[in-house]
């Protein structure tokens, strides 16, 4: 049986057309949450087409004291989306043109809809690159990407999202369109307002239209992937690498659980025997990468590598990332729920780390597969929960988690490094924040969202 319709129904409608807005049950279900496991049903979803959309549902909205969510590709793993307290979900993927290119200014405009990887084609495409690379980049969307201040693999050598964000056009809580930053590298003229929206999550603005930097694709990259016998050996190998004056686009490294459980999908033969796999991809001129590539492949056989399977070309790094994308798919293929943790520490905690997470799983009984961003120390840190709809279960695994973030922050990490903190980390943001910060950040959220309707019940809450 279908909930009633809310009493601002028909003149929302009125206000944008009805080939915008729905309250079909299928259509509210499927916009009731993100890749994360809550969800609650919102009672309208609008499908914006324009700024105007925007501007137009935000100011009825804001009258009215109406919730707003907005929501991207739904590819957010904190639960970010979800419309704790009903109301209208506003969705942009209808907002999804590329609205120009420009090599000359080394700027892409955007509309948030845009899937991360049709703008990496489109920028490849005239011999530019987009770098960001969130391993979603095929479904995830620049709007989404922007909420969260998404990363990826390439953040060691070239930053996260907010690294690219040059300009936004944002829709204030009000509906009034603000416009800040522009086609240029460098700016400074007033607060950094482009770095108070990027990793807002949704809270303080709506972003309707981005201007990314964009640079010269590089020439060439080559890739190397070893095999290490422990973990130990191949954390103390990503810190080696640096110290010898490399910087590579990526260090990717993956511990014993979860190549177990890529060899069971994949096959035993996909990975030669080892408990750590690591990955170094470098990238610029063919001469100088052919060159590092050398010298790389020397000090891991140095360092203790038992197997080092060389990328030389595109084709051959794109199959080794083909293999790294398929570690999240395996972990699920265990049939355990992945609470999938983005958790950051300092490069020198990494085995630390891997020796806390090993010695709470002997504690909880809960597996944990350790992989990711090495070179930056973004280690998605997941634990592997059957049967989490469980209640009992759920709350042993959330009491792990609290030990997880509590040795997290006592080392001076961060609770999450891309993912965003959505209602998944809410517990930990005071401790994460500190008072002062947070009460910063409410005041902040007042001054721009002064009655709460933009994704409340999240972290500010």
């Known amino acids: 049986m279908n909930a009633p319709s809310p009493d601002w129904l028909a003149p929302l409608i009125s206000l944008i057309g009805g080939g915008k807005v729905t309250t079909a049950a299928e259509i509210l279900a499927a916009h009731s949450g993100d890749k994360w496991s809550a969800s609650h049903s919102p009672d309208v979803v609008v499908f914006a087409e324009s700024t105007a959309d925007v501007s137009a549902v935000l100011k009825f909205a804001n009258e009215r004291k109406i919730p707003v969510t907005t929501r991207g590709a739904g590819f957010g793993y904190v639960g970010g989306a979800v419309p704790v ?7 942009t993927l209808r907002m999804n043109r590329i ?5 000359e200014d080394g700027v892409a405009i955007v509309q948030p809809g845009v899937i991360t990887g049709d703008l990496q084609a489109a920028a490849h495409a005239v011999g530019w690159e987009y770098p960001p690379d969130p391993a979603s980049l ?3 969307s620049i709007g989404g990407n922007i909420a969260t201040n998404a990363g990826g693999p390439r953040c060691l050598k070239y930053g996260v999202t907010r690294s690219y964000v040059l300009g ?3 829709v204030l809580a009000s509906g009034e369109i603000l416009r800040t930053g522009g086609r240029l590298h460098k700016n400074k ?3 950094d307002l482009i770095g108070i929206f990027t990793g807002s999550e949704g809270m303080l603005g709506i972003v309707t239209e981005a201007t990314l930097r964009l640079i010269p694709k590089p020439a060439s990259r080559a890739m190397l992937a070893a095999i290490f016998p422990e973990f130990e050996m191949a954390a103390a190998a990503v810190q080696a690498i640096l110290n010898a004056g490399h910087l590579p686009s990526a260090l990717e490294i993956t511990d014993a659980f979860t190549l177990a459980a890529a060899r069971k999908k994949l096959g035993a033969e996909t990975f030669p025997p080892g408990d750590a796999h690591l990955i170094v991809e470098v990238d610029g001129r063919p001469a100088a990468t052919a060159a590092e590539i050398e010298e790389l492949h020397q000090l891991l056989t140095d360092l203790g590598a038992t197997f080092i399977e060389r990328a030389p070309d595109e084709a051959s790094c794109e199959r080794i990332w083909k293999l790294r994308r398929e570690f999240s798919f395996s972990l699920r293929d265990t049939g355990l729920t992945k609470l999938n943790e983005d958790i950051v520490v300092p490069r020198s905690k990494l085995v630390e780390l891997v020796t806390f997470a ?3 799983e002997k504690d909880t009984g809960i597996p944990i597969a350790c ?4 070179g930056d120390g973004n280690i998605h840190t997941n634990l592997m929960v059957r049967n989490y709809e469980d209640p009992a279960i759920r ?10 973030f509590t040795w997290v922050l006592e080392n001076h990490g961060a609770i999450t490094g891309e993912h965003g903190v959505g209602l998944a980390k809410k517990p930990w943001i005071h401790e994460a924040l500190g008072e002062v910060s947070f009460a910063t950040h409410r005041t902040i959220k007042n001054a721009l969202d002064p009655n709460g309707i933009l994704n409340p019940g999240k972290f500010l809450d």
Do not use: M, N, W, Y
């Not at 307290?85 to 969705?91: A, F, N, R, Y």
């Open 85 to 91: 307290d009903g109301g209208i979900v506003l969705s």
């Open 99 to 103: 609205l120009g290119i420009h090599p």
């Open 138 to 140: 095929k479904d995830c």
């Open 168 to 170: 936004l056009e944002v």
């Open 189 to 191: 003229t007033g607060f």
């Open 358 to 360: 090993r010695q709470l």
């Open 371 to 374: 992989f990711g961003h090495a």
């Open 395 to 404: 709350a042993h695994a959330d009491a792990a988690l609290d030990l997880l």
